[in-house]
């Protein structure tokens, strides 16, 4: 089983910006439609961003315009770079495959303070 390892997060200020990034193993990310998804408390994880084996990517709407996903196939490396960040970015982030999900990573916290 691949194992998917996110770290990144950390408490920023609205507006402010963050980086995450998820280390995946071998080929993972080159092969896979690849997911940015968050859970924020008391709610159902989302999906935020994807990224296709073509490097097609695609956005929520709550993120398009703010958030960036890309990928770095020989770090083996999945980032997100999240700009104007707003208090409702709050959530543990989470990257996975779309299609028949790895046991999920302890994702990284990301919390936006006013």
């Known amino acids: 089983q691949v194992q998917l390892v996110e770290s990144g997060g950390g408490l920023v200020q609205a507006g402010g910006s963050l980086r995450l990034s998820c280390a995946a193993a071998g080929n993972t990310l080159s092969i896979n439609v690849m997911v940015w998804y968050r859970q924020a408390p008391g709610k159902q994880r989302e999906w935020v961003a994807l990224i296709d084996p073509s490097g097609t990517t695609d956005y929520a709407d709550s993120v398009k315009g703010r958030f960036t996903i890309s990928r770095d196939t020989a770090k083996n490396t999945l980032y997100l770079e999240m700009n104007s960040l707003k208090l409702e970015d709050t959530a543990v982030y989470y990257c996975?495959?779309?299609?028949?999900?790895?046991?999920w990573g302890q994702g990284t916290q990301v919390t936006v303070s006013s």
């Open positions: 996975n495959r779309l299609n028949r999900p790895f046991p």
